[in-house]
């Protein structure tokens, strides 16, 4: 079965630090585009970064620019999404997806087929 599992969500206070994982299970990563997704309650799901499969082209949402990193380990066949100077505007549940793509680019639109069960991100003091 083809399947991200993302980890490391949790409760933070606003300015801090937490960093995303998606591990890929049952499938190689190493051609897979990658994009990092949010949902907050009430709210549409909204694209917050992608990677492209090299990992030579990435992408943001302008809320989380300059606070937000997103890096790529395929030999740990693993997305990584470091968010820093947190605010509590980016609570919500972030979800990982992939997909293949016949360049290398990405984009933050939802055009992925393999999704991952979420993790929560809840910033507050």
């Known amino acids: 079965q083809l399947q991200f599992v993302e980890s490391g969500g949790g409760l933070v206070q606003p300015g801090g630090s937490l960093r995303l994982s998606c591990e890929a299970s049952g499938f190689t990563l190493d051609y897979y585009t990658i994009g990092w997704f949010r949902q907050a309650p009430g709210k549409e799901r909204e694209g917050v970064s992608c990677i492209s499969r090299s990992g030579g082209r990435s992408d943001y949402r302008d809320s989380v620019k300059g606070r937000f990193t997103i890096s790529r380990d395929n030999a740990k066949n693993t997305v990584f999404l470091q968010m820093n100077s947190l605010k509590p505007e980016d609570t919500a549940v972030y979800y990982c997806?992939?997909?293949?793509?016949?360049?290398?680019?990405?984009?933050?639109?939802?055009?992925?087929?393999?999704w991952g069960q979420g993790t929560q991100v809840t910033v507050s003091s």
């Open positions: 997806a992939g997909g293949v793509r016949p360049d290398d680019l990405c984009v933050l639109s939802p055009e992925y087929n393999i």
